[in-house]
Nanobody, 117 residues
Framework: QLQLVESGGGLVQAGGSLRLSCAAS????????KGWYRQAPGKQRELVAT???????NYADSVKGRFTISRDNAKSTVYLQMNSLKPEDTAVYYC???????????WGQGTQVTVSS
């Protein structure tokens, strides 16, 4: 099976930057896409960015121009570079992978990102 482990969260001031990492292990050959979601307290989990196995990327409108998703296939790792952070970016960030023909979701444990004013 597939396992996802996030790292890189922390506390940063508004305007600062963080880079999140998500390392995948197990069955890596059935992954259709990987991405990042986030969930703030009392809010629904929302999509932040995705990258397909072919390298195509997609971003939520709220993060376009500030966040960049990338991958290192040799390390089976996907990254989220977050620049110009805003307090409204504060959330738990979850790594996601869509697997197999059904696109079943696999999730990491989450990493906290807190942006102070």
């Amino acid at each position: 099976q597939l396992q996802l482990v996030e790292s890189g969260g922390g506390l940063v001031q508004a305007g600062g930057s963080l880079r999140l990492s998500c390392a995948a292990s197990g069955n890596l050959f059935s992954i259709n896409s990987k991405g990042w979601y986030r969930q703030a307290p009392g809010k629904q989990r929302e999509l932040v960015a995705t990258i397909t196995s072919g390298g195509s990327t997609n971003y939520a409108d709220s993060v376009k121009g500030r966040f960049t998703i990338s991958r290192d296939n040799a390390k089976s790792t996907v990254y989220l570079q977050m620049n110009s952070l805003k307090p409204e970016d504060t959330a738990v960030y979850y790594c996601n992978a869509k697997v197999g023909w059904r696109g079943n979701d696999y999730w990491g444990q989450g990493t906290q990102v807190t942006v102070s004013s």
